[in-house]
């Protein structure tokens, strides 16, 4: 099965930028496509956005939308999430995910141990 490791978490000021990087490894023996979740302190872990294997077709979530962009390099065998203007709120542990997809986290079979995001108010 594919394994899945983000880095580039940490410590950032409101209104700053930061990327993820989520890298793949091992083998995989069809198409997937890749989500980015996140889950703060005592809330549920919450859908941010994906990119679809076939077309790179990304959806976000609204909160997040205009904000944050998905993309992917194949060769590379990694995907990116771009945050731009962050805000407090966007505090933190931001995992990848590989699987069929969607908006929640039961379309995803593979995750990465996560990093955590901080956003300084």
């Known amino acids: 099965q594919v394994q899945l490791v983000e880095s580039g978490g940490g410590l950032v000021q409101v209104g700053g930028s930061l990327r993820l990087s989520c890298a793949a490894s091992g083998r995989t023996f069809s198409p997937y496509n890749m989500g980015w979740f996140r889950q703060a302190p005592g809330k549920e872990r919450d859908f941010v956005g994906s990119i679809f294997w076939s077309t790179s077709r990304t959806v976000y979530a609204d909160s997040v939308k205009g904000r944050f962009t998905i993309s992917r390099d194949n060769a590379k065998r990694t995907t990116y999430l771009q945050m731009n203007s962050l805000k407090s709120e966007d505090t933190a542990v931001y995992y990848c995910?590989?699987?069929?997809?969607?908006?929640?986290?039961?379309?995803?079979?593979?995750w990465g141990p996560g990093t955590q995001v901080t956003v300084s108010s």
């Open positions: 995910a590989a699987g069929l997809g969607g908006t929640s986290s039961a379309g995803y079979s593979n």
